[in-house]
């Protein structure tokens, strides 16, 4: 089985066309697709927002450290709680 790695930028890119599409279904422009998008009933998404790259990359980074070097299959969500499980 091949393993797919995404980079927070191509996370961030990958979101940005979602709410383009989204933006187009509903005629209006991305901001008010993203602002849509999170008003809609979210219970688990604690901080209303979609992620910046760089709070992807600090996830990386701690799991990269060597104080990290016991973990080993984790899966780490950095998605603000928009997944009440894994």
Do not use: W
Not at 25 to 31: L, P, Q
Not at 62 to 68: F, H, N, P, S, T
Request: charged content about 20%; hydrophobic content about 45%; some cysteine.
């Amino acid at each position: 089985m091949s393993h797919q790695r995404m980079k927070p930028a191509e996370s961030h890119t990958m979101l940005s066309a979602m709410m383009e599409k989204r933006a187009k279904k509903i005629g209006s422009s991305v901001d008010e697709a993203v602002a849509s998008f999170l008003a809609e009933p979210r219970p688990y998404t604690a901080l209303q927002r979609r992620a910046e790259p760089q709070e992807v990359a600090a996830v990386i980074a701690v799991l990269c450290a060597e104080q990290a070097s016991f973990v080993n299959g984790a899966n780490s969500r950095v998605d603000s709680a928009a997944v009440a499980s894994i």
